[in-house]
């Protein structure tokens, strides 16, 4: 059973930074892309950044890049996203998934795990 779990959100003034991590376990094998999403109230979930399964490839939403970077430790079957430069658009639900596959997914229906999700506020 694949078991994904977000921590590390919380409230921070605008300008400031977060890291969330991301603990999954059950996958069976190391080929696994992970990505977050977010999703803020009334919204749809949208994408936030993508790492493939050996992170040497990611790739980001416009709004988050240059302030956000997202990595993967696989000997701790962990991801992060560290966020910089945080601003009050960015508050929201943050959500990662994981899939097989060897590239970067960036699209939600590919995903076909995800944790519960990680409450991260700005405040301006």
């Known amino acids: 059973q694949v078991q994904l779990v977000e921590s590390g959100g919380g409230l921070v003034q605008a300008g400031g930074s977060l890291r969330l991590s991301c603990a999954a376990s059950g996958l069976t094998s190391s080929t696994y892309a992970m990505a977050w999403f977010r999703q803020a109230p009334g919204k749809e979930r949208e994408f936030v950044a993508a790492?493939?399964?050996?992170?040497?490839?990611?790739y980001y939403a416009d709004s988050v890049k240059g302030r956000f970077t997202i990595s993967r430790d696989n000997a701790k079957n962990t991801v992060y996203l560290q966020m910089s430069s945080l601003k009050p658009e960015d508050t929201a639900v943050y959500y990662c998934?994981?899939?097989?596959?060897?590239?970067?997914?960036?699209?939600?229906?590919?995903?076909?795990?995800w944790g519960q999700g990680t409450q991260v506020t700005v405040s301006s």
């Open positions: 790492i493939n399964w050996s992170g040497r490839s990611t």
């Open positions: 998934a994981a899939t097989y596959t060897t590239g970067v997914v960036t699209t939600t229906n590919k995903y076909a795990y």
